[in-house]
């Protein structure tokens, strides 16, 4: 008899011809609260206000920002991992924000992730072999003996040596670690990774041998992935499509090559001078300051476009009222009232 | 005139129950008053414990120098006593720490820990050492300075807190500042902000910088000359422009080749350098980057390559069999 998960992974994907992921006016707002035996709520971290996008198969989209600015939370949402104020998530058709229990496990069978910290996010007491086949145990898909063949496998496909199924995790650098993660996210076939900041804590040269590697599984496997990183060279490399974030929306979102050739966001190009490039010549010409301060408070983000208290071109109707998304053709959306222009960049 | 500071042949050793990690074998670099000298590699590569044990700040033991000297203004430091280099610390030589969420004391005021250097090293008294705290603070751009002297670190974020480390380390005038990673941990803007203002407080107070980092870009746009380390040893070592246009050494190839960068117009698979960086307590024979170098031939696993004048001239050193030039012939 089929039970009730199998029925939902199999059927909606045989009708269901719209984008992977579709992802609307996400908000999630953490409350902070004040009191010790008697907790009330003093205000909320706007962690995410409002975020909207689609994801295809096959796709890749980055998720760009500074830290705090709500990529991870956007991420977490996405999964269920953290319950969404409100909006929508639609995965291959179906509303993720209204499922429970057993509904939702059989739906994130087709969607894992990877953390950053490839230090904290493995069990330091399983063994590599337990660590990637328990998704597979939780989903109770096949017999022991096969999942233990399936473990091997995973691991090759991953770049790690079969053998090392009875090591633990304090065996192995960083890097080895993060190909772990890798396979344990790989074991149910799913259709959607999230990368969480997956190279984030690694050296270039491992860096580089793990965004390859991302770059195959995706050939291989047909898989989507949200790439959320602060770091924007990575970002371009690896995206087919950008989403800048800052303060936990969306400002701009455009195909990768577009995106870096034509920002439009001042926060984008402000972004984008910061990032030094390894080589001198260029170097010395660029300018790289064009952002002045820190980035505000999310619990008292200001009012209007949320950008303002830092752009160099803010105006006085910036600090009234959020400025909407508009398309700027080529698959280009920005919210911004005085969109950059290529005169407009030379200048600043 | 002589070099500010001359590095020759040091050795840093740690004595581990698992071993001798040769954390530290054998570099010798030398900085010049007001140039910026980067040092790049990848973790665990012995750049940090070089800078430290500049300033004698690694733990001893389990540390030890056991060869090398370290000339600063001509005088060896590795003999120098512990009072000597109370004398120093802080004051010649200062240095800012990748961590500004952990460098400061969490329980001390802004005000104070500003000032303690300059009442130690200049003499000052508390009220004079307030007031250029304030001065330093401005200068370093912490706006409303003396309204925040009284503050505590946790009210400062992360950008400012890396700010007030550079002014501490700035208030005794130093000749050498050693920036370890001082931008890795904030985000891309607050490092533009960073590196901009250590620039012009170069220029302003003429000091001589050691600027470590694993970030090529960074270094790109900082630094006059460039020792690029692997393994305990430097492998490369020349000018910024050279480094860059003219690499010769595969670590080094390898490295810029790795890198994922802003300015690149079609995708390409990013240079993979396979393996791991080498466990220093035992150390591959020869070159020690031979296990992971697509180049290497029995020579480089039997005896290793001396730093050597690539092409005869004095400026790029490089240590390697087969560097680049040699195998395009």
């Known amino acids: ?348 | 005139m002589s070099h500010l500071l001359e590095i020759n042949n040091l050795r840093t050793h740690f004595f581990t129950r698992e071993g001798v990690v040769h954390a530290v074998d054998g570099i010798s670099y030398t900085v010049d008053r007001g140039k910026t000298l980067g040092i790049v590699g990848e973790s665990g590569c012995g750049k940090s414990v070089g800078a430290m044990t500049i300033m004698k700040l690694i733990p001893m033991p389990p540390g030890r120098i056991v060869e090398g000297e370290i000339l600063f203004e001509g005088k060896d430091l590795t003999k120098a006593s512990e009072r000597q280099l109370q004398s120093i610390r802080g004051n010649d030589i200062a240095m800012i720490f990748q961590d500004p969420m952990t460098s400061l004391n969490p329980v001390l005021r802004i005000g104070y820990q500003l000032a303690e250097g300059m009442r130690i090293h200049l003499g000052m008294s508390k009220q004079e050492a307030r007031e250029r705290a304030v001065e330093l603070m401005d200068a370093v751009g912490i706006p409303a300075a003396r309204n925040r002297l009284d503050d505590f670190p946790h009210q400062f974020s992360g950008g400012m807190r890396q700010r007030v480390m550079i002014a501490m380390a700035l208030s005794c005038d130093p000749k050498l500042l050693i920036a370890d990673e001082p931008t890795t941990a904030l985000d891309v803007t607050i490092q533009a902000q960073i590196i901009d203002l250590l620039e012009q407080l170069q220029d302003q107070f003429g000091m001589a910088m050691l600027l470590i980092t694993h970030d090529l870009g960074v270094v790109a746009g900082v630094s006059d000359d460039i020792v690029v380390m692997y393994a305990g040893k430097i492998v490369e070592q020349t000018d910024t422009e050279e480094l860059f246009g003219n690499p010769q050494h595969p670590y080094t190839e390898a490295l810029l080749g790795s890198i994922p960068r802003l300015d690149e117009t079609h995708r390409r698979e990013l240079a993979n350098i396979a393996g791991l960086p080498p466990d220093l307590v035992n150390p591959p024979s020869g070159c020690r980057f031979h296990p992971r170098c697509r180049y290497a031939t029995q020579i480089c696993v039997d005896k290793e390559p001396p730093l050597a004048p690539y092409n005869g001239g004095p400026g790029h050193l490089v240590a390697c069999w087969h560097y680049r030039d040699s195998r395009e012939k």
């Not at chain 1, 920002?65 to 639609?90: D, H």
């Not at chain 1, 793990?210 to 050939?219: E, V």
């Not at chain 1, 260029?282 to 980035?295: A, F, Q, T």
């Open chain 1, 1 to 348: 008899m089929p039970t009730v998960t199998e029925e939902l992974r199999v059927t909606p994907a045989k009708i269901y011809e719209g984008p992977l992921l579709r992802v609307k006016d996400l908000v999630k707002r953490f409350p902070i609260t004040s009191g010790i035996i008697f907790q009330r709520t003093i205000g909320y971290i706007h962690a995410v206000e409002g975020v909207s996008f689609e994801l295809d198969t096959g796709e890749t989209l980055g998720l760009v920002g500074e830290s705090g600015c709500g990529k991870s939370t956007t991420g977490r949402c996405i999964l269920q991992l953290y319950k969404p104020t409100s909006g929508s998530v639609v995965f291959e058709g179906q509303e993720l924000t209204e499922l429970k229990g057993s509904e939702l496990q059989g739906v994130r069978r087709e969607m894992q992730i990877v953390f950053q910290d490839p230090y904290a996010s493995l069990n330091p007491r399983m063994t590599v072999g337990t660590i990637v086949g328990e998704p597979l145990a939780i989903h109770s898909i096949g017999r022991r003996r096969d999942r233990k063949g399936r473990v091997r496998e995973l691991l090759d496909i991953v770049g790690l040596n079969p053998n090392f199924t009875n090591r633990y995790p304090h065996e192995f650098s960083g890097g080895q670690r993060q190909r772990i993660g890798l396979a344990r996210a790989l074991a149910l076939n799913p259709k959607l990774i999230i990368c969480d900041e997956p190279v984030s804590a690694l050296d270039v040269s491992i860096q580089a041998q793990m965004l390859n590697l991302l770059d195959r599984l995706q050939q291989e496997f047909n898989l989507a992935y949200l790439f959320i990183a602060h770091d924007l060279s990575v970002v371009r490399h690896i995206s087919n499509r950008v989403a800048v974030m800052y303060l936990g929306k969306i400002v701009e979102i455009a195909p990768s090559a577009e995106l870096y050739q034509n920002p439009i966001h001042p926060y984008t190009f402000g972004l984008l001078a910061a990032i030094p490039i390894p080589d001198p010549v260029l170097e010395k010409k660029r300018v790289h300051k064009v952002i002045e301060g820190d980035v505000p408070s999310p619990d008292h983000p200001p009012t209007g476009c949320v950008f303002h208290t830092r752009c160099f071109r803010a105006q006085p109707i910036c600090t009234q009222e959020m400025p909407p998304m508009e398309n700027h053709g080529h698959g280009h959306s920005a919210a911004c009232y005085f969109p950059l222009d290529h005169e407009s960049r030379a200048v600043s």
